[in-house]
């Protein structure tokens, strides 16, 4: 089945610096999702990526879709503490019967 | 608001009894979907709804099943036939499956096994 490499599976930065995490995949995806999940949440999505190339911002937050269409990544610019959470990737495929593809997630801890 | 509710929060089961996980959307989406999250995991699906009256098993559909008499509504039962049900439960919607749309996911619900 089609898999996605999330990575790195955690990070511990330090308040005001960059923040840069991957996912990967040896299947094409047409659409990418970055979410954010907080402890005892549901996941909050960030930023959608519907073309290859795409390079989408949200804030202090920076998406690409990769050209190859099988990675993205997400950075985090300038991070504050309420940055803090679980982010995953997920790739969707079109047509036919969808399902999202996750990552495994990224666990970011910011000190402040 | 429009959103995707979910009920109750926490959730305790003693073995062998059936529990229903509830799950509501007002943003008028066809596609619903349930997902199951253990620690350190990405999300697995469950179930997936792409019409009312109909539904297709997912990747981890053994000792569940689901009902889509509503759009609104895509309740998840847990039944005593899953082994090791104790995990965080996500509940999703889209406006279409099968189009490329982004999914909305509900606050979950933590079900503990006693």
């Known amino acids: 089945g089609q898999q996605l490499n999330q990575s790195p599976q955690s990070m511990f930065i330090q308040e005001g610096e960059d923040v840069s995490m991957n996912c990967t995949s040896s299947?094409?995806?047409?659409?990418w999702l970055w979410y954010k999940q907080e402890p005892g949440e549901g996941p909050v999505l960030l930023i959608a990526l519907y073309k290859a190339g795409e390079l989408t911002s949200n804030g202090r937050l920076t998406a690409q879709f990769g050209i190859t269409r099988k990675d993205s990544f997400l950075n985090i610019s300038a991070s504050i503490p309420s940055d803090v959470g679980i982010y995953f990737c997920?790739?969707?495929?079109?047509?036919?019967?969808?399902?999202?593809?996750f990552g495994k997630g990224t666990k970011l801890t910011v000190n402040p | 608001d429009g959103g995707i509710t979910q009920s109750p929060k926490y959730l305790f089961r003693k073995e062998g009894q059936n529990v229903t996980l509830s799950c509501e959307q007002n943003l008028n989406h066809d596609a619903m979907y349930w997902y199951r999250q253990d620690p350190g995991q990405g999300l697995r699906l469950i179930y997936y709804s792409q019409i009312v009256n109909d539904f297709q098993k997912g990747d981890i559909a053994e000792g569940y099943s689901v009902s889509r008499e509503k759009k609104e509504s895509f309740p998840l039962t847990v039944t005593s036939a899953q082994k090791n049900p104790t995990a965080f439960y996500l509940c999703?919607?889209?406006?279409?499956?099968?189009?490329?749309?982004?999914?909305?996911f509900g606050p979950g619900t933590r079900l503990l096994v006693l």
């Open positions: 299947s094409i995806f047409n659409t």
């Open positions: 997920a790739g969707l495929t079109q047509g036919g019967s969808e399902k999202l593809v």
């Open positions: 999703a919607s889209s406006i279409e499956a099968g189009g490329g749309e982004t999914q909305y």
